[in-house]
């Protein structure tokens, strides 16, 4: 049998109880912060001609709580 489709929190609440349901949670924990990179890049970078250095990205961890939201949830839920 095939992970179940959860799109909304009436097919998560469906999955109360489950092993499945714990496993989701935890992914909905694990959306609440993405990485962005916050490096600063000259005008022109990446282009054809850019001749300046090489810039290494800068990764952060940035809130995001939009998809928690969708499911109905809020950050002190996952306290």
């Given at each position: 049998m095939g992970s179940p489709v959860i799109n909304t929190r009436e097919?998560?609440?469906a999955l109360a109880g489950t092993p499945a349901?714990?496993?989701f949670i935890e992914y909905l924990k694990g959306?609440?912060?993405r990485k962005q990179n916050i490096a600063v890049y000259p005008?022109?970078?990446?282009?054809?001609?850019?001749?300046?250095?090489?810039?290494?990205?800068i990764w952060s961890d940035i809130e995001?709580?939009?998809?928690i939201h969708?499911?109905?949830f809020d950050k002190s839920d996952f306290e």
């Open positions: 097919d998560l609440d349901y714990g496993t959306s609440m912060t005008d022109g970078y990446g282009m054809p001609g850019y001749e300046g250095e090489a810039i290494e990205p995001d709580l939009s998809t969708r499911f109905g």
